[in-house]
């Protein structure tokens, strides 16, 4: 179960993204509310799924071992920034950028719980937000919000794309931390608990089990 706090929303500022402990933004994004606006119209969801990826450190990120290419370059700059690649040639992946410039931390965000603009949701995914499908997995979270590759490098305190604190919090117990998905490649450092999810909540990708 959430826990609701009576305060007004607050739109997630600069600092918060410059935190260098990607662990735990990872964890405390959950909850927090992920917006877009397109053409004047605005959607959003409650994120309650997300994936933490440490930098040159990190087998399972694209920036591992000091990588920097003309896509990996995003990651490299001041944290604030959104992070979106294209996977298997079909889904938009949408991240953002944490830590300072120079250390390429990233925050997957891999599901989302519909909130806002649920009409508009539910017209691009071509499916009733009841259904858990329409936003479950990092590729669905993106097409429900209207996320795509012109997404990458935008500024997450801005009026295209922010986040903001609704006063929702998760107990420690209702959150579940395990090893990422699909990427078996990363060896090891494939097995590290780097994924948080919300126990319970229909909208996390599977698997959902703990």
Known sequence: MSQYSKNEPVRLGFSYYLNQDVLFLAKDLLGKVLYTQIDGAISAGIIVETEAYFGVQDKASHAYGGRRTNRTETLYRQGGISYVYLCYGIHNLFN???????????????????????????????????????????????????????????????????????????????????????????????????????????????????
């Open 96 to 210: 953002m950028v944490t830590s300072v410039e120079g250390e390429p931390h990233a925050v997957l965000i891999r599901a989302i719980e519909p909130l806002i603009g649920i009409d508009l949701i539910e017209a691009r995914r071509n499916m009733p937000a009841a259904k858990a499908a329409i936003s479950s997995g990092p590729g669905s979270a993106t097409k429900a919000l209207g996320i795509d590759r012109t997404f990458n490098e935008k500024d997450l305190t801005g009026e295209e794309i922010w986040v903001e604190d609704h006063g929702i919090r998760y107990p420690d117990d209702a959150i579940a931390a395990l090893p990422r998905v699909g990427v078996a490649y990363a060896q090891e450092d494939a097995l590290l608990p780097w994924r948080f999810f919300v126990k319970d909540n229909k909208y996390v990708s599977k698997p959902n089990k703990v």
